[in-house]
């Protein structure tokens, strides 16, 4: 009786692994503007787009000129950074979407106002 109840744990804990790697496996990739990069004027860049919690957004920029902060709604609509945000700086940075609202930001000055942010909502 112990053997079969082993059995189907090691059954279930595959079926767990397979269901994991198919998450995994299936988050896309999408680089913000496109070729043009993390510039102003992207904050139409998501219409259209349909995103899942797990996906990749690539922020490419000139890291002298522009970052990429994590926001709240109240950050993204006003364009200000709280205190304890998450700033990227590298110009190459990657980040993963959580499941719902995700809100970034430039905090160069005047930058998020020049329309640099973007809200992208993962389902």
């Known amino acids: 009786m112990a053997a079969k109840g082993r059995g189907s744990a090691i059954a279930v804990l595959v079926m767990l692994l397979v269901v994991l790697q198919y998450e ?10 496109g070729a043009g990069g993390w ?3 992207v904050v139409g860049w ?6 899942r919690a797990g996906d990749v957004l690539v922020f490419n920029y000139n890291p002298a000129v522009h970052n990429v902060v994590v926001v709240s709604k109240v950050g993204y609509d006003t364009c200000t950074t ?4 998450r700033k990227y700086q590298t110009g190459k940075d990657q980040i993963k979407l959580a499941k719902g609202p995700n ?6 000055p005047g930058h998020c106002q020049g329309a640099m942010k973007i809200a992208v909502i993962a389902a």
């Open 39 to 41: 510039t102003f004027n």
């Open 46 to 51: 998501p219409k259209g787009k349909s995103f």
């Open 24 to 33: 995994m496996s299936s988050a896309a990739t999408y680089t913000v503007g």
């Open 82 to 85: 709280p205190p304890g945000a």
């Open 103 to 108: 809100y970034f930001i430039c905090s160069f």
